[in-house]
């Protein structure tokens, strides 16, 4: 029998730490019945100290996840951990995820501390954490340039108060997989209690190294690794859950341990995130990419039409990219559209909110006939967008495109119950709308990303727009999805807009993050 794999999705908290990324309590609540369906070991569900809001949505997937363990980050101080216990109270399997930087210049720079105050910070964390949990993981902040010696110390401290995971990151992706992995395998050799404690990593993809890493170190004794969706994450962001699985299982011939993922739910989870974020996959992204399972070549193409194996490591099916059925068209009635939400991770709250729902179905399918499952994530999207930022509506819009002359666009917004009408010009249909719209709000936000993805194929296919904002500081990501790109560009603006309007809530009190 080979080892286990643990899989550690922290999607909802570090890849939530990608500027713009911020999710809704709901959202996290959907991206987490996602990973459960896929059977991820550990959903990291955010960090509840940080904020009123991060406390809520970790309590909310607490208690929506049954079959999937749920972890909430705390630094070793007493009040994150005490949060951190407080908004698992309704897990079914609970971990508390605790950190303490151990690197010199993390040490004298950002605490301030003697490395023996360090060791006392952790143990004294890990025991409290213990109060809630059996179940306790540490990390000692960027390990990936901490001394040796100084990890086996405080590793060996917090197994013996009870610390049943120890994660190595790689905090700021400075590390190679050679070196990685001896490092993983040093720690497990010089740590006399090692055996009491799962060895996990957490490497971060400032080099392009964070798959590489992982699997270095999987080779070298480490049985969790954590990762996200699409490599979400701060900065170049983290290892892909996606690719971390796939190669694993694609190269049983090689690695010791296997995971139990159901891997074809990957590709709408991916789909999932990618549209609750609004970081959409580029197309030569692996396992989940457009073109992951595109042959062009003619050579290729000949290869895979005798052979699949030719020029495929693995089954497009094995990932979901055959789930990507038609389920729905105008003529399906309320109780199969139910149905397939249902199926997709989304419940509704009242009749009145199936009933808005279903509506905006029927809409959509009169305007395109085959109605898939990224159509519907991208519904549920906008009528949860219109939920919470509801203060700004998109009433009509018409614009002026003509050969040889100046586009315009004529807006009319709700904003705060007052109907306000703007016009504008611009070197395009979008740009002037956006402008009229601009003109509208009076805003000073700066648009720092504009980018357009189909969600489906063919010419009827919806179009979803992204935008973000800055503001003061302050980035939002903004979504809208139509047939119309012009009229899903104005709706992506708005929702923007709205989201600055919106007193910020999250808050990453920490001043490096693991």
């Known amino acids: 029998m080979k080892d286990k794999l643990i899989i550690f999705d922290t999607t909802l908290r570090d890849g939530e730490q ?14 987490g019945k996602a990973l459960e369906r896929m059977k991820v070991d550990v959903i990291e569900a955010g960090f509840p100290a940080a904020s009123i809001g991060d406390f809520e949505a970790v309590q909310a997937v607490a208690n929506a996840v049954k079959d999937s363990t749920v972890c909430g980050l705390a630094r070793a101080l007493d009040k ?123 490497c971060h993809n400032d080099l392009g190294l964070a798959v590489a890493n992982s699997l270095s170190a999987v080779m070298n004794g480490a049985r969790q690794v954590e990762c996200t969706i699409n490599g979400l994450g701060e900065r170049a962001g983290n290892a892909s859950l ?49 073109n992951a399972f595109a042959h062009e070549s003619g050579i290729h193409q000949d290869g895979v039409l005798k052979n699949p194996e030719t020029y495929e490591i693995m089954k497009a099916e094995d990932v979901g990219w055959s789930a990507n059925r038609m389920v729905l068209g105008k003529h399906s009635g309320r109780n199969a559209f139910k149905s397939r939400m249902t199926e997709l991770g989304h419940h509704f709250n009242s009749e009145e909110e199936l009933n808005d729902t279903f509506f905006r179905f029927k809409q959509l399918a009169d305007k395109k006939h085959e109605i898939f499952d990224e159509d519907l994530q991208a519904l549920i999207s906008e009528v949860n967008s219109d939920a919470e930022e509801d203060h700004i509506k998109l009433i009509a819009l018409k614009v002026c495109s003509e050969t040889g002359e100046v586009p315009s666009s004529t807006v009319t917004l709700r904003v705060h119950d007052q109907e306000l009408k703007g016009i504008s010009e611009g070197s395009g249909a979008v740009d002037a709308s956006l402008k009229a719209i601009k003109s509208l709000i009076g805003s000073d936000a700066t648009l720092e990303l504009y980018s357009v993805n189909s969600i489906t194929n063919g010419t009827d296919a919806q179009g979803e727009v992204t935008v973000r904002l800055e503001q003061a500081g302050r980035i939002v990501n903004g979504q809208g999805a139509d047939t119309d790109i012009v009229i899903a560009s104005a709706k992506a603006y708005i929702n923007a807009l709205s989201k600055l309007q919106t007193p910020e809530q999250r808050k990453h009190p920490q001043k490096g993050n693991v």
């Open 80 to 202: 994150d951990i005490d949060r951190a216990g407080e908004a698992l109270k309704g897990a079914e399997s609970s971990r508390i995820h605790t950190f303490i930087a151990t690197s010199p210049i993390h040490m004298q720079v950002k605490l301030k501390m003697e490395p023996e105050q360090v060791i006392e910070y952790a143990v004294r964390a890990v025991k409290r954490a213990r109060q809630y949990t059996d179940n306790v993981e540490f990390s000692p902040e960027d390990a990936g340039r901490s001394e040796e010696g100084f990890l086996c110390r405080i590793l060996e401290a917090v197994i013996e108060a009870g610390a049943t995971t120890l994660n190595i990151p790689d905090t700021v992706g400075y590390s190679v997989p050679e070196q990685f992995g001896a490092t993983i395998a040093n720690l497990i050799q010089r740590i006399p209690n090692s055996d009491k404690a799962i060895f996990s990593v957490h």
């Open 242 to 290: 996606e690719e971390v699985v796939m190669a694993v299982r694609t190269r049983q011939d090689f690695f010791p341990c296997t995971t139990e993922l159901d891997t074809k739910e990957i590709l709408t989870c991916s789909k999932l995130v990618s549209s609750i974020t609004g970081f959409p996959v580029q197309p030569n992204k692996a396992i989940v990419g457009a």
């Open 18 to 31: 990608s500027p713009g990324a911020s999710m809704t309590r709901d959202e996290k609540v959907r991206i």
